[in-house]
Every structure is written in C-alpha cells, then in structure tokens.
C-alpha cells in the first residue's frame, strides 16, 4: 500500500494494522505525466483519487474556453466529482495533472467495502463528505461575497504551498479573478507585511 495512503488511514480514519491489510487488497497506485488527464468532460466518474504524490486540479470550462478550477488536489487529498460516481451521470468536469502525480485509485466499491471493513473508516468518510460540503458552501459565499484580498487569504490558508507550484492565472481562475487582480492582491500583502 502507498505510504502516506497508510498513513492517512491510520492516522486520519482510525484504521488499525488487521483492517488495514484487509481494505490494501482493494487499492491501485497508478502514476499520471504532467497535463494528463485523469477525467474529462463527458466521462461517468468511477473513481476517487488519493494524491500520494503531486498536484491535480480539477475544473470546469465555459461556453467562451475559459477555465474555472474548482478544486486543487495536493499530496494527502482527494478528488472526485461524487455527483457523477453517485448518480452514474457524465461529469461537467475534467481532473488532470498539474505535476507528474502518483495518486491511489479507489472505485466505488472499495469505498462501500472499506466502510464495511471498518467503522471507523466509514465515520471518516462521512466526515470528510460533510467537511467537503462545508468548504464549498464557504467558497461559494467567499465567491458571492468577499473581496479578492480575502479569497487569496483563505486560498493560501487551505492550500499553503500550492500557489508557489502553480502558474498565476491557475490560482487566479480558482479566486474567480483576473491575473492582473492577482498581482494587485500580492503587491498589497507584501506591503503590510
């Protein structure tokens, strides 16, 4: 089994070394290139993805070909769109690689037999759904609501390395501005400090 996949379970979820053993039979660990893709617009979602190693993004592109991330996946994260493994529908969205990435493939059923394998795991899971659900309803807000300077502020909160390994406009796609409003933030903060 992956090491920091092992680690998480075991320090994150609870899992002991016996169920362990038994959910690492059900695990992948599958390496993607930079800029592959792991999931496309159009395709049904079978699977959640556990960063072991690297960087994925996940995003969506509108009618004009513009780019809108919805979410980063560094080491020790997960992504998914649940809608699509859920309700078996094609995905609005595309998940790649933004660094070459090792990542822990886990389809449906390894989740419902890791729950069954282990409570413990099973109330982990539902945690991190509802903690997955309370950071969107927050970005949404933050979207709708907040300025540019608190965006950022929150941004390199949840993600404290990732805006120093990707390009500007990635990060500025995320806050749902202009790269050039992006500098503008960077420039005030560095004043303050």
């Not at 190693?53 to 560094?74: N, T, W």
């Not at 994260?77 to 790649?96: A, H, K, L, Q």
């Not at 990635?170 to 303050?192: C, D, H, Q, W, Y």
Request: net charge neutral; with cysteine; aromatic share 12%.
């Amino acid at each position: 089994m992956a090491d920091n996949f092992k680690t998480y379970l075991e320090t994150f979820a609870g899992v002991n070394n016996e169920e362990l053993i038994l959910i690492g039979e059900r695990v992948t660990l599958k390496t993607f290139p930079k800029s592959r893709f792991l999931q496309q617009k159009g395709d049904i979602c079978r699977f959640s993805f556990f960063v072991e190693k690297g960087l994925l993004r996940m995003y969506s592109i509108d009618p004009l070909g513009k780019e809108h991330i919805i979410q980063f996946a560094p080491e020790n994260w997960f992504v998914s769109d649940r809608g699509s493994v859920f309700f078996n529908e094609p995905t609005e969205y595309y998940i790649d690689a933004v660094e070459d990435t090792t990542v822990v493939v886990l389809d449906e059923l390894f989740m419902n037999q890791a729950s069954e394998i282990s409570v413990a795991f099973r109330k982990h899971n539902e945690r991190l759904l509802h903690n997955h659900i309370r950071h969107l309803q927050k970005r949404i807000s933050l979207l709708i609501g907040a300025g540019a300077e608190e965006r950022y502020r929150d941004f390199v909160s949840m993600y404290p390395d990732v805006h120093w390994r990707v390009p500007q406009w990635m990060v500025a796609s995320f806050l749902g501005i202009t790269p050039e409003s992006l500098s503008r933030v960077r420039r005030e903060l560095a004043r303050k400090v």
